[in-house]
């Protein structure tokens, strides 16, 4: 089955500092990637989305950088806030139909004030 | 508001008693998930109905079963629940062609006993 590569597993950061996980994938097929935030108790939520014919997507404080030839993607939270603190999950479609997600493992971000 | 329901939020069980989860949505999405999802890990998709054309993922149990009677409602049943079946699951709708933004429901917390 495809593979989704996320790291780092967990990550603490500073209020108001920059918060970047990565992943990588395999099937260039993928047409879409998104990433999902999760709160405790609460199912994950879509986030943002790029696709490959683009570098990068900016909303609000968070930004999205594709790197096609690298096979990898990058969330970056600017001015990162305690209510930031999420496990955040990149994914992607590997089916055909783009029906189906498979997830990266998560990071879990912790914003300290 | 529009939104994926799920009942109940937490179901205790015991082992090998079968259970149903069932999750609806007011989106009228064309798609609809379930996933597993255990403490710290991603969630894994169990299966997905396009339309009524459903779609069983290779390494779903066989002990795990779904019905959609209608674009409305899915039900998640697992016939002899195991020990290593106690997850939070997740049901998840999409529209048709945008199977990268998934609207979740808050999920159904499972506990064998």
């Known amino acids: 089955q495809q593979q989704v590569k996320q790291s780092p597993q967990s990550l603490i950061v500073q209020k108001g500092g920059i918060s970047i996980i990565n992943c990588a994938y395999e099937?260039?097929?993928?047409?879409?990637f998104p990433w999902y935030q999760q709160f405790p108790g609460k199912g994950p939520a879509l986030l943002i989305a790029?696709?490959?014919?683009?570098s990068e997507k900016k909303e609000g404080r968070f930004t999205i950088s594709f790197n096609k030839s690298a096979k990898q993607f990058s969330l970056h939270i600017m001015d990162s806030q305690p209510g930031d603190s999420a496990t955040y999950f990149c994914a992607a479609p590997y089916n055909q139909a783009g029906t189906a997600l498979i997830f990266g493992k998560g990071t879990t971000l912790s914003v300290s004030s | 508001d529009a939104m994926v329901i799920q009942n109940p939020r937490y179901q205790v069980t015991q082992f090998g008693k079968p259970v149903t989860l069932s999750c609806s949505q007011t989106l009228n999405h064309n798609v609809m998930y379930w996933y597993q999802q255990k403490s710290s890990q991603a969630p894994k998709l169990l299966f997905h109905y396009y339309d009524k054309d459903f779609n069983n993922e290779a390494d779903t149990p066989d002990n795990f079963q779904s019905r959609r009677p209608n674009t409305s409602f899915c039900f998640l049943d697992i016939r002899s629940p195991g020990l290593g079946d106690a997850a939070m699951y997740l049901c998840?709708?999409?529209?048709?062609?945008?199977?990268?933004?998934?609207?979740f429901g808050p999920g159904t917390r499972l506990t064998v006993t």
């Open positions: 099937n260039t097929a993928f047409d879409y």
């Open positions: 790029i696709r490959p014919d683009v």
């Open positions: 998840a709708t999409s529209r048709e062609g945008g199977g990268y933004e998934q609207y």
